[in-house]
């Protein structure tokens, strides 16, 4: 057991998660100026017509409002994903809102999209890249504000478009999140394909320079049917990719006692449980979709093992979130040098 585990398990359990989160994450940006980039590790990947240095991100989630992105690429991440962020401000849900789950690595979040806003993270964005002195490949991910109702979505997520879409190398439309009322409804095709439409006219209004790459976020609670359906949409309406997955409401199998679950209450769940269906997910994905569609992988990721397996199931990128908790600052050099390392294997 590593020394930041014992410390994890013993001490860190028993403070506040959300507090926790917060005090650890002001820890990594106060200590950017003496952590170093850990260049030469792992090797660079081509996907999304970008250049990233390794195959490892972190998912959206740890950085809502785009405050740390160097201090965390400075850890060994081969990408940074923002977010996810909404049109207008909001507070999310009422607290507590975090719970760990330490008997099986796990996370439970009813964050509810917590956040500053596009307009405000789009000026913190410009600010960074008038001063940022290393180039690090920035995911943003955008999802629906709670108060918007379901009928004038486009137009919230468009809102977010055209103010994010300038700063991002690639862009991410979040409907998979448990979390905001009616947003899951939104990956029903006949839906969906209207949203994508509509971000991805307006990320090209607003980056008439470039083409920014268009993902989407699925959760791994779809069926086998409706994961293919997203697959040909993607190829339909010319989506550059698909991370899979987001968080899950299911509890099934857990090794925590069911009343400590049912304490708990409603939220997705991340972390080691959604290892296996989310490697489902990614072989459905990839049996299906063009070979140029670039696959990410989240969910369940805590080992070189778990990383190796997604990338042979298809995946061209990694995320993690949870096992970054749990595994602490040395988890992503540790897993970016144990994938390469695998893969210089013969055979």
């Not at 997705?268 to 990614?282: E, I, N």
């Not at 140029?292 to 805590?302: A, E, F, M, N």
């Not at 979130?321 to 749990?326: G, K, N, P, R």
């Amino acid at each position: 057991m590593t020394a930041y585990r014992l410390l994890f398990d013993k001490v860190l359990t028993r403070t506040d998660p959300e507090q926790a989160h917060h005090v650890a994450f002001r820890a990594i940006r106060t200590a950017r100026p003496v952590l170093s980039r850990q260049r030469g590790v792992g090797e660079a990947v081509e996907a999304l017509g970008l250049t990233f240095p390794n195959v490892l991100g972190l998912a959206a989630g740890f950085d809502k409002n785009a405050v740390g992105i160097d201090a965390l690429a400075a850890l060994g991440f081969g990408h940074i994903e923002i977010g996810t962020v909404t049109g207008e401000p909001q507070p999310g849900n009422p607290k507590p809102r975090l719970f760990r789950l330490p008997a099986d690595r796990a996370v439970v979040n009813r964050m509810g999209f917590n956040n500053d806003g596009a307009e405000v993270v789009a000026r913190r964005l410009a600010a960074r890249e008038r001063k940022a002195d290393s180039r690090i490949v920035l995911g943003v991910n955008i999802g629906k504000t709670k108060a918007v109702p379901e009928d004038a979505a486009v137009a919230d997520y468009e809102k977010s478009t055209g103010l994010l879409a300038p700063y991002a190398d690639y862009l991410v439309v979040n409907v998979s999140s448990p979390n905001t009322p009616g947003l899951r409804d939104l990956q029903a095709v006949e839906k969906l394909e209207p949203l994508l439409r509509a971000v991805r006219r307006r990320a090209d209004e607003v980056t008439d320079e470039r083409r920014v790459p268009l993902l989407v976020k699925i959760a791994p609670d779809l069926s086998d049917e409706d994961v293919l359906a997203v697959a040909d949409l993607a190829g339909a309406v010319g989506l550059d990719g698909i991370i899979a997955t987001n968080t899950t409401i299911s509890r099934d199998g857990l090794a925590t006692a069911p009343a400590k679950v049912e304490k708990i209450g409603a939220g997705g769940l991340s972390g080691q449980p959604l290892t296996a269906r989310s490697l489902d997910v990614m072989r459905l994905l990839r049996g299906r979709v063009a070979a140029d569609l670039t696959l990410i992988g989240v969910g369940g990721i805590t080992t070189v093992d778990d990383a190796v397996a997604r990338l042979d199931a298809g995946a061209d990128l990694l995320q993690g979130y949870t096992a970054f908790i749990y595994e602490g600052l040395l988890w992503p050099r540790r897993i970016v040098t144990g994938v390469a390392e695998r893969r210089a294997q013969p055979g």
